[in-house]
């Protein structure tokens, strides 16, 4: 299993900046991938930005403004949000996926952004 704390939310004024982080625990060596998703109220959850260790992947909507990162011993992850805007608000949950397909899920961690 895999242990996932996720931390760094709260409130930012738009154009404010955030970084959040997602420490994982437990059986770290067998994690594929790296996500961030983010759900807003009455929305569906969606992808956000991933890594592996052979690349990156952004969501449109968040291209030149955010940046996903890992330490070297591949057991933390971040999420660097710039140029924040208040449809960036949401509950942004960390995710991984191990090698044999199973995902597991942060508990989440609220941005919310101010105009």
């Known amino acids: 299993q895999v242990q996932l704390v996720e931390s760094g939310g709260g409130l930012v004024q738009a154009g404010g900046s955030l970084r959040l982080s997602c420490a994982a625990s437990?059986?770290?060596?067998?994690?594929?991938?790296f996500g961030w998703y983010r759900q807003a109220p009455g929305k569906q959850r969606e992808l956000v930005a991933s890594i592996t260790s052979a690349s990156t992947h952004y969501a449109d909507f968040v291209k030149g403004r955010f940046a996903i990162s890992r330490d070297n011993a591949k057991t933390t992850v971040y999420l660097q949000m710039n140029s924040l805007q208040p449809e960036d608000t949401a509950v942004y949950y960390c995710n991984v996926d191990q090698y044999s397909g199973f995902r597991y899920w942060g508990q989440g961690t609220q941005v919310t952004v101010s105009s």
């Open positions: 437990g059986n770290t060596l067998t994690i594929n991938v």
